[in-house]
């Protein structure tokens, strides 16, 4: 079954506190990013990946980071969480947003920082 | 500046009636357009996705029209159900060799029995 695995679901942690959230994909895809969806805003980029060891900044990348060692994980690192980055979180895979295939979300990821 | 904008905002409608969801764009080049479907908490499933040369594609009871001409989009929902409770997100795709997806901020449908 295609899958993208986020973790944790719920998160809550304190300032200054590094964090990971971690994505996971089955289906061998290429492209894998990182949004994050706040009330009123919608979804916002924070960052892509078209590749292995090929990154980029999205739209919000501000006190993020990311990697990308293996074709199937991209984690989402926050060094210093701070209570701006309360939200919530998607991880997606597809072939590529230029190749019309479906990109798969996974279940969300709700951080709260105190 | 590349921009989807979706109306209405929100929508409320009674159980067993239609709607329809706008999208319009300005994001060039063109690659695609996508809907998702989003319920509360959880992660967008796409619904369709179309080219420039695809005028309409349909998915069980909704239908997707597009008209790159005017750059516009329609979803609309056939007999609603209470599942179909939920934010619709127009996604446009710009192509070319850098990330080129731009969101709109969704549509909040509510469907009461």
């Known amino acids: 079954e295609a899958q993208v695995t986020q973790n944790p679901r719920y998160l809550i942690t304190v300032t200054g506190k590094k964090l990971t959230v971690t994505c996971s994909q089955n289906m061998n895809h290429e492209y894998m990013s990182w949004y994050r969806q706040d009330p009123g805003l919608g979804l916002r980029q924070i960052y892509y990946?078209?590749?292995?060891?090929?990154?980029d900044k999205g739209d919000v990348p501000e006190g993020y980071k990311v990697s990308r060692k293996e074709k199937r994980n991209f984690p989402l690192i926050l060094e210093s969480p701070s209570p701006n980055q309360t939200s919530l979180y998607f991880c997606?895979?597809?072939?590529?947003?230029?190749?019309?295939?479906?990109?798969?979300f996974g279940a969300g990821t709700r951080l709260s920082v105190l | 500046k590349n921009q989807v904008e979706q109306s209405p905002q929100s929508l409320i409608i009674l159980e067993g009636k239609n709607c329809t969801l706008q999208c319009n764009y300005t994001v060039s080049p063109f690659s695609n357009l996508r809907w998702y479907k989003q319920d509360t908490g959880r992660g967008p499933v796409s619904l369709t996705i179309m080219t420039f040369s695809e005028n309409t594609k349909s998915n069980g009871r909704y239908t997707a029209t597009l008209d790159a001409d005017t750059k516009q989009s329609s979803l609309h929902i056939t007999a609603s159900q209470l599942s179909d409770s939920a934010s619709y997100i127009c996604?446009?795709?710009?192509?070319?060799?850098?990330?080129?997806?731009?969101f709109g901020k969704g549509t909040h449908l509510i469907i009461q029995p």
């Open positions: 996604v446009v795709s710009a192509g070319g060799g850098a990330d080129g997806l731009t």
């Open positions: 990946s078209m590749n292995v060891e090929v990154t």
């Open positions: 997606a895979s597809s072939l590529g947003p230029w190749a019309g295939g479906i990109q798969y």
